[in-house]
């Protein structure tokens, strides 16, 4: 059975940079992409980085430079950095991966913005 894991999240000061992880086992995924999603309370889960097999990277509207996508695609691994963290960053994070077997998703990372 296939399985995500997010590792990285936690509770941080304004100002500060975070890296997340995801990794993927159980199976042979032969993913086509890569991606990390928010949700932050009361409101819809949103796409803030893809990155696809073809080296195409894309980054949600919301996400103001700030963040960072990279990763092994072959390796079924995925970081996401976000750098000068604000509280309205503070969201669940989810990592999705996309094969030709299906989409696959993380359980997710909560990530706390607050002084």
């Known amino acids: 059975q296939v399985q995500l894991v997010e590792s990285g999240g936690g509770l941080v000061q304004p100002g500060e940079s975070l890296i997340l992880s995801c990794t993927a086992s159980?199976?042979?995924?032969?993913?086509?992409?890569m991606a990390w999603y928010r949700q932050a309370p009361g409101k819809q889960r949103e796409m803030v980085a893809s990155?696809?097999?073809?080296?195409?990277?894309l980054y949600g509207d919301s996400v103001e430079g700030r963040f960072t996508i990279s990763g092994d695609i072959g390796k079924n691994l995925a970081y996401l950095q976000i750098d000068s963290l604000n509280p309205e960053d503070t969201a669940v994070y989810y990592c999705?991966?996309?094969?030709?077997?299906?989409?696959?998703w993380g359980q997710g990372t909560q990530v706390t913005v607050s002084s």
């Open positions: 990155m696809y097999s073809s080296g195409i990277i």
């Open positions: 159980g199976g042979d995924l032969r993913i086509n992409s």
């Open positions: 999705q991966f996309k094969s030709g077997y299906g989409d696959y």
